[in-house]
Each structure stands twice: as C-alpha cells, then as structure tokens.
C-alpha cells in the first residue's frame, strides 16, 4: 500500500491564488522529504529538500519565496505556490525516504492554473 | 554535465520478449545508488530495483534484472517477458553518497517504454 500520501491529486486554481499541496508519510516518520516538478514528457526536476523543523533546503534557480515549503511534523511537508502563473501548471510530486530504503513517492498532484 | 543519461526517449518491444533499457550515469562519489522507476500515465513513481556501488551481484527483483558494468557506468535496465502493462515512462536516478545520507535523487531524461500486442 501506499506509503507517502500527496493530496490533492489535481487542482485548478486562477492565476494570482495560492495552492497548498500537502505530503504525508503514512506510519512512519519522515525527517527529510523531496519535492519534484516534472514537465509533460520531461524528467523529475528537484526543487528542494524538506527537513523537519529547520528551513528547507531549494536548488539553484528555485524561487523559495514562490515556492513555500513547511515541513512542521515529522509526517507532514507541503508545498505553497503563491501567486499561482499559468507557467507555474506542472505535475508535483513529492518523495520520503525511509531509513535506508530506496525513496517513496506519493501519487503527485497536477496543478493548472488558468 | 548530465549526471545520469538516458539515451533512449522511446522504446517499443513485442510482448513476451525482453527488453534493455539504457542507463549510463557520472560520479567521481564512490559510494552511491542506482535506481530504477516506472511511472505510468497515472503520474505515480513506482520503485523497481536498486543497484547499490559496492554490490558485488547484479540486482534482480522478479522480471526485472540491473545489468550494472561499473568500469562503463551502465545500469541498463533488463524488463524479461514484457506485458501490455509494461507500458510506461521509465526513469534511471542515482543517488550520490552512502545511503545513510539525505537520499536526494538525480533523474534521468526518461525513456518511454511501448508494448505491442
């Protein structure tokens, strides 16, 4: 069964509004969870690393006052679009690890923003 | 530089044959992971199979096997067998460090994987 949940799994929002999307991990604690962007027929491209109780860590060119992301339990992380543009419509999908076993993805979320 | 290249946007196999992905990747890390994702049309990552840099055995989980030649750092994908639900978009990431690190993933480019009836 799944053990990362990513909720909503699809969201339509205008452009201007912001867009919460929330990373669970079920059952077990995840110090440290991943957030992806992907493209349409494009590769997963990292936008930061989640920790719990400390500030998120963004890579280069990821706008981190865009992109808010909040890791304030050790089960939750969400990520917070702000002020949603049409070119911010993307699949996200975020990711917890496991001690050491190999990552777990939750089932993602596409976001259109009209 | 690409860290893990896929060379292969788009692949098509007949069902019940085998088939080899392509996977070659760059690290001057001597400690690190290798792995493999299916995502089907849905948008879900499933984990396939794992190559860790110090296993001495190619990794195999079911009909999927890691043909991993270290000295060309390869880790092509074998999928044996293929069936119509094979169908997908298949990922090669690494993870560079032991695996007692964060566990931050490089993907691929993807190859997409079409299986004819």
């Known amino acids: 069964g799944a053990v990362v949940s990513q909720h909503p799994s699809r969201v339509i929002c205008k452009s201007g509004t912001s867009v919460k999307i929330e990373c669970r991990s079920l059952d077990f604690q995840a110090t440290t969870m991943f957030w992806y962007r992907q493209f349409p027929k494009q590769s997963l491209m990292l936008m930061a690393t989640s920790n719990e109780g400390s500030k998120a860590t963004y890579e280069q060119g990821v706008e981190k006052d865009k992109f808010l992301i909040n890791h304030a339990s050790l089960t939750l992380s969400t990520l917070t679009v702000t002020s949603a543009h049409p070119e911010d419509s993307s699949f996200y999908i975020c990711s917890a690890r496991i001690r050491d076993s190999p990552l777990h993805f939750g089932n993602g979320t596409r976001l259109t923003v009209t | 530089a690409q860290k893990i290249t896929q060379t292969q946007p788009g692949m098509f196999v007949q069902e019940k044959e085998a088939v080899t992905l392509d996977c070659t990747y760059d690290t001057s890390d001597p400690s690190y992971g290798l792995f493999w994702y299916k995502q089907p049309s849905s948008g879900e990552m499933i984990f396939l199979i794992y190559q860790g840099s110090y296993d001495q055995q190619n990794a195999t989980e079911g009909r999927y096997s890691l043909n991993f030649q270290k000295a060309r750092k390869s880790a092509n994908l074998v999928i044996s067998a293929s069936q119509l639900g094979d169908s997908a978009m298949y990922f090669c990431?690494?993870?560079?460090?032991?695996?007692?690190?964060?566990?931050?993933?490089?993907f691929g480019q993807g190859t997409t994987l079409q299986v004819k009836p």
């Open positions: 990431a690494m993870r560079e460090g032991p695996s007692g690190n964060t566990g931050k993933l490089i």
